[in-house]
């Protein structure tokens, strides 16, 4: 049985700090820099968000791991309970990086409303 840890630089500092540097870079992998659709980026920031939360879990169990708790042995006793407990961490690591997430997406969101606008500009131009 996994026993939750006291909040520390490695078990949630790290994972944190981690899972928001890729709240910003997932988006920019997964959108095209150009796109003129607000549907592609807008299945870009699900898919990142969806993402996040398994690489989430993932980051969780490795900095338990580190820390010193038999995630192995917890996972073979009992893997759902595990893999909740791993999950429901990412989870509420989530009110740190959804924000930004939004931010990310606010700002690709204008700059596709932008591209838009000087397509229809140049169209316009004799």
């Known amino acids: 049985m996994i026993q939750p840890e006291p909040i520390g630089l490695m078990n949630t500092g790290f994972p944190v700090v981690l899972l928001a540097g890729l709240a910003v870079a997932l988006p920019r992998i997964l959108v095209a820099v150009d796109t003129r659709s607000q549907v592609a980026l807008a299945i870009g920031i699900a898919v990142s968000a ?69 397509d229809i500009v140049r169209e316009r131009s004799p």
């Open 50 to 118: 969806v993402a996040l939360i398994i690489v989430g879990t993932l980051i969780f169990a490795v900095a338990y791991r580190l820390g010193g708790t038999d995630v192995a042995g917890a996972l073979a006793e009992d893997p759902m309970m595990a893999a909740r407990y791993f999950t429901r961490l990412s989870a509420m690591a989530a009110l740190i990086w959804v924000p930004i997430l939004a931010l990310v997406w606010f700002v690709k969101a204008q700059a596709v409303e932008k591209r838009r606008g000087e």
